[in-house]
T-cell receptor
Framework: DTEVTQTPKHLVMGMTNKKSLKCEQHMGHRAMYWYKQKAKKPPELMFVYSYEKLSINESVPSRFSPECPNSSLLNLHLHALQPEDSALYLC?????????????FGPGTRLLVL | AQSVAQPEDQVNVAEGNPLTVKCTYSVSGNPYLFWYVQYPNRGLQFLLKYITGDNLVKGSYGFEAEFNKSQTSFHLKKPSALVSDSALYFCAVRPFTGFQKLVFGTGTRLLVSP
C-alpha cells in the first residue's frame, strides 16, 4: 500500500483567514514533503521533513508554516495568504530521505485564495 | 545545476500505436531519474525509476524507460497506447547534492486518440 491522504480536497479562504492542510501516511515513511503546483506547471518543492525534523525550506514565505507532529502526519498552516498562492498543494512521502528513494504523492489540496 | 528537460509540450498518438515521451537530463554524478503521471485534478503517480543497473527499466501499467548515458536521455515508452494513458507525464531527477529534492521537468501532455 502506497497511499498518502490529504485533507481537505478543496479549500477556499480569504486573505485574512487561517487554515491548515493535513497529510497522513501509514507506510512507516520517515521523510515527508510539501510541494506547490500551479496550473500547467511542474510541482515545486516547498519543505522537507526528515525523521520529523525540518531539513529543507525552499525559501518559502512565512505565511506558510509546516509542522510534523509525528512520523505519520504533516500539516501546512496557512495565514494571510495572497491570491497568487492559489494552487494545488501536494504532499509526498518516502521511506527515507535518500536520493534513490521513491516519493509517493497524495491527491493534493486545491487551494483558492480570494 | 541539476535539471531535466522535456522537449515536447504534447505528444499525440493513436490507440494501439507505440508511444514515446522524451526526457533528457543534466546532472553531475550519478543520475537518479523518475517518471510520474498526473491525471486531471489528481496527484502524481509513480511509474518507474532508474537508479543503477539495466538500462531498460520496467514500470507500472506497461510503461518502460530506457536510460541512455551517452545521449543523457531517459525516454518513457509503451508498446501499445491506451486512451486511458492520456495524462500529463513528468520526468524528474534527484540531484547529487540536495538529494532530498526532486526536480521536475515541465511535463508532457500525452493525448491518445481512439
Amino acid at each position: 500500500d502506497t497511499e498518502v491522504t490529504q485533507t481537505p480536497k478543496h479549500l477556499v479562504m480569504g486573505m485574512t483567514n487561517k487554515k491548515s492542510l493535513k497529510c497522513e501516511q501509514h507506510m512507516g515513511h520517515r521523510a515527508m514533503y510539501w510541494y506547490k503546483q500551479k496550473a500547467k506547471k511542474p510541482p515545486e518543492l516547498m519543505f522537507v521533513y526528515s525523521y520529523e525534523k525540518l531539513s529543507i525550506n525552499e525559501s518559502v514565505p512565512s505565511r506558510f508554516s509546516p509542522e510534523c507532529p509525528n512520523s505519520s502526519l504533516l500539516n501546512l498552516h496557512l495565514h494571510a495568504l495572497q491570491p497568487e498562492d492559489s494552487a494545488l498543494y501536494l504532499c509526498a512521502s518516502s521511506q527515507a530521505p535518500g536520493a534513490t528513494e521513491t516519493q509517493y504523492f497524495g491527491p493534493g489540496t486545491r487551494l483558492l485564495v480570494l | 545545476a541539476q535539471s531535466v528537460a522535456q522537449p515536447e509540450d504534447q505528444v499525440n498518438v493513436a490507440e494501439g500505436n507505440p508511444l514515446t515521451v522524451k526526457c533528457t537530463y543534466s546532472v553531475s554524478g550519478n543520475p537518479y531519474l523518475f517518471w510520474y503521471v498526473q491525471y486531471p485534478n489528481r496527484g502524481l503517480q509513480f511509474l518507474l525509476k532508474y537508479i543503477t543497473g539495466d538500462n531498460l527499466v520496467k514500470g507500472s501499467y506497461g510503461f518502460e524507460a530506457e536510460f541512455n548515458k551517452s545521449q543523457t536521455s531517459f525516454h518513457l515508452k509503451k508498446p501499445s497506447a491506451l486512451v486511458s494513458d492520456s495524462a500529463l507525464y513528468f520526468c524528474a531527477v534527484r540531484p547529487f547534492t540536495g538529494f532530498q529534492k526532486l526536480v521536475f521537468g515541465t511535463g508532457t501532455r500525452l493525448l491518445v486518440s481512439p
